[in-house]
């Protein structure tokens, strides 16, 4: 009976014992669940303007980049221009994951064909001026903006508005990548960009109004209603026909007098034979 107890004893131990580590496991199961749910959040759905280390170690990595670097700073994603004078023709670009990125927020990505507009919010030095964003690395699958110091903005940043409609980007079955061709030729040695915001946006006026432009609509062409004028009659008069003078035969003249007088001198002369022979 003694060992019987004894034996119970220990069982029960070895169940206590058993039951703590279950319990321990689920519990470090249940943190790491809440840890790998707890992704950051963007502030505004279309917009991606959250540049954690987390995000920038997985998605920025030097695959599919040309002559150009990647570094996080307080501001946002940095762009260095990495050739030299060595370099005849300057051609920088970075591909941007766009989905992976998504994947790394709490936030999901927006439809392709909500995605009509593009802004991208950024500051540079040594750049020549234009930036060329691919839909995907094919020649024409872009759009092309430039822009100068007029441009910029009071805060010093640029706001770069693509219209991306007639682009394969608001054609694909979800948002992959995009080609950020930075600068093109007149790229200096050492020219940097520091891009802040990416947003997607589904009309001109959305993108205007999320850079700060006010958006102004032209207004529809009205024509003004044709109105008739009455119609007036002209006052008529009794109808008069006109005077007529007695016709008067012309003067004979020239040719036609002196025939006529040829013929009275021989109608004289006839009447005189005439009357020598009477007598």
Same mark, same amino acid.
């Given at each position: 009976?003694k060992?019987?107890?004894r034996?119970?004893?220990?069982?029960? @131990?070895?169940?206590m014992?058993?039951a703590?580590?279950?319990?321990?496991a689920?519990?470090?199961? +249940?943190?790491?669940? #809440?840890?790998?749910?707890?992704?950051p +959040?963007?502030?505004?759905?279309?917009?991606?303007?959250?540049w954690?280390?987390?995000?920038?170690?997985?998605?920025?990595?030097?695959?599919g980049?040309?002559?150009?670097?990647?570094?996080?700073t +307080?501001?946002?994603? %940095?762009?260095?221009?990495?050739?030299?004078?060595?370099?005849?023709?300057p051609?920088?670009?970075?591909?941007?994951p766009?989905?992976?990125?998504?994947? =790394?927020?709490?936030?999901?990505?927006?439809?392709p064909?909500?995605?009509?507009?593009?802004?991208? =919010?950024?500051?540079?030095?040594?750049?020549?001026g234009m930036?060329?964003?691919?839909? =995907? @690395?094919?020649?024409?699958?872009?759009?092309?903006? #430039?822009?100068?110091?007029?441009?910029?903005?009071?805060?010093?940043?640029?706001?770069?508005?693509?219209?991306? +409609?007639?682009?394969?980007?608001?054609?694909? %079955?979800k948002?992959?990548?995009? %080609?950020?061709?930075?600068s093109?030729?007149g790229?200096?040695?050492?020219?940097n960009m520091?891009?802040g915001?990416?947003?997607?946006?589904?009309?001109?006026?959305? !993108?205007?109004?999320?850079?700060?432009?006010e958006y102004?609509?032209?207004?529809? =062409?009205t024509?003004?209603?044709?109105?008739?004028?009455p119609?007036?009659?002209?006052?008529?008069?009794?109808?008069?026909e *006109?005077? #007529?003078?007695?016709? #008067?035969? *012309?003067?004979?003249s020239?040719?036609?007098?002196?025939?006529?007088?040829? @013929?009275?001198?021989?109608?004289? !002369?006839?009447a005189a034979?005439v009357?020598?022979?009477?007598?």
């Open positions: 009976m060992r019987f107890t034996l119970f004893a220990v069982m029960m @131990a070895v169940l014992v058993l703590s580590l279950c319990i321990s689920a519990a470090e199961g +249940e943190e790491e669940a #809440t840890t790998e749910a707890a992704k +959040e963007l502030a505004q759905p279309t917009v991606m303007d959250l954690d280390p987390e995000i920038f170690a997985s998605v920025f990595t030097t695959a980049c040309n002559q150009t670097a990647s570094t996080l +307080e501001e946002g994603l %940095r762009l260095e221009y990495t050739g030299d004078e060595t370099v005849e023709q051609d920088p670009y970075f591909s941007f766009i989905s992976t990125y998504f994947k =790394k927020t709490a936030t999901a990505a927006p439809k064909e909500v995605c009509n507009y593009v802004v991208i =919010k950024m500051k540079c030095e040594g750049c020549d930036f060329e964003l691919f839909a =995907k @690395a094919a020649a024409g699958d872009s759009e092309t903006v #430039t822009y100068e110091e007029a441009d910029l903005h009071e805060d010093g940043w640029y706001y770069l508005i693509f219209d991306m +409609e007639l682009t394969s980007l608001v054609e694909d %079955r948002l992959t990548t995009m %080609r950020l061709d930075w093109c030729g790229t200096a040695v050492g020219a520091t891009i915001a990416i947003g997607f946006f589904n009309t001109e006026e959305e !993108a205007y109004t999320f850079s700060g432009i102004v609509t032209m207004a529809p =062409k024509k003004a209603p044709k109105t008739k004028a119609k007036t009659e002209a006052p008529t008069e009794p109808a008069t *006109p005077a #007529t003078e007695p016709a #008067t035969e *012309p003067e004979k020239g040719c036609g007098a002196i025939v006529a007088s040829g @013929a009275v001198l021989v109608m004289m !002369a006839a034979a009357a020598l022979k009477r007598h």
